[in-house]
């Protein structure tokens, strides 16, 4: 039972590149989130989604674009990464019950020099 | 908008009861969730409070009071693997179910 699986786990980039992280879910979860965890912060929405072709901005957007054309899926993509983004990222996803539950990945480790 | 406060930093010894708070505001309130997350993991989900009062689950217990604004997560008998962090986080009247989160606080238990 995978639960949410992320890729890449790790990742060096340069300042300007671009890349995309992967969320995958097979618990047929309506709701996804990225959120991004820094030191001493907690975890900061990035975008979400209620559903197959649906996205919304969360807390913090700016530099980030999302992209949900299947279900189980929920893609983050950084156009032109910056130091700034360097931080963990989790994906999660919910069913629509209300239990306040997320189930999250192990996270995806970025840097950007 | 929402925020959460939570104490940075907890620190108790082997066997003893331990309790982090969480207040918050919020312009809308659903309930309230723990987390634990230990370092390099993902979060875990711990419990959730929609209604005032005492939720149990084993060695953990969360409380909530809306009235108050206010919320605590209880760990009893505590064990060396109970060092993490806790997060506590507000569900608000977003449709996506989306949580806010507090900063966390890291719980060294000492033997």
């Given amino acids: 039972n995978a639960g949410v699986t992320q890729t890449p786990k790790f990742r060096v980039l340069k300042t300007g590149q671009s890349m995309t992280l992967l969320c995958a879910q097979d618990m047929n979860h309506e709701y996804m989130y990225w959120y991004r965890q820094d030191?001493?912060?907690?975890?900061?929405?990035?975008?979400?989604?209620?559903?197959?072709?649906?996205?919304?901005?969360?807390?913090?957007?700016?530099?980030?674009?999302?992209?949900?054309?299947?279900?189980?899926?929920?893609?983050?993509?950084?156009?032109?990464?910056?130091?700034?983004?360097?931080?963990?990222?989790?994906?999660?996803?919910?069913?629509?019950?209300?239990?306040?539950?997320?189930?999250?990945?192990?996270?995806?480790?970025?840097?950007?020099? | 908008g929402q925020s959460l406060e939570q104490p940075s930093e907890v620190t108790a010894v082997e066997g003893a009861i331990?309790?982090?708070?969480?207040?918050?505001?919020?312009?809308?309130?659903?309930?309230?969730?723990?987390?634990?997350?230990?370092?390099?993991?993902?979060?875990?989900?711990?419990?959730?409070?929609?209604l005032d009062g005492l939720e149990e689950t084993g060695r953990f217990s969360s409380f909530l009071s809306r009235s108050d604004s206010y919320g605590y997560l209880l760990l009893q008998e505590l064990q060396m693997k109970d060092s993490a962090s806790y997060f506590c986080a507000v569900r608000g009247p977003g449709s996506a179910r989306q949580l806010t989160f507090g900063s966390g606080t890291q719980l060294t238990v000492l033997p």
């Avoid at chain 1, 072709?53 to 530099?63: C, L, Q, R, S």
């Avoid at chain 1, 997320?102 to 480790?109: D, T, V, Y």
């Fill in chain 2, 18 to 50: 331990v309790q982090i708070n969480c207040t918050y505001q919020t312009s809308g309130f659903y309930g309230l969730s723990w987390y634990q997350q230990h370092d390099g993991g993902a979060p875990t989900f711990l419990s959730y409070n929609a």
């Fill in chain 1, 39 to 113: 030191p001493g912060m907690g975890l900061r929405l990035i975008h979400y989604s209620v559903g197959e072709g649906t996205t919304a901005k969360g807390e913090v957007p700016d530099g980030y674009n999302v992209s949900r054309l299947k279900k189980q899926n929920f893609l983050l993509g950084l156009e032109s990464a910056a130091p700034s983004q360097t931080s963990v990222y989790f994906c999660a996803s919910s069913n629509d019950y209300n239990t306040g539950e997320l189930f999250f990945g192990e996270g995806s480790r970025l840097t950007v020099l």
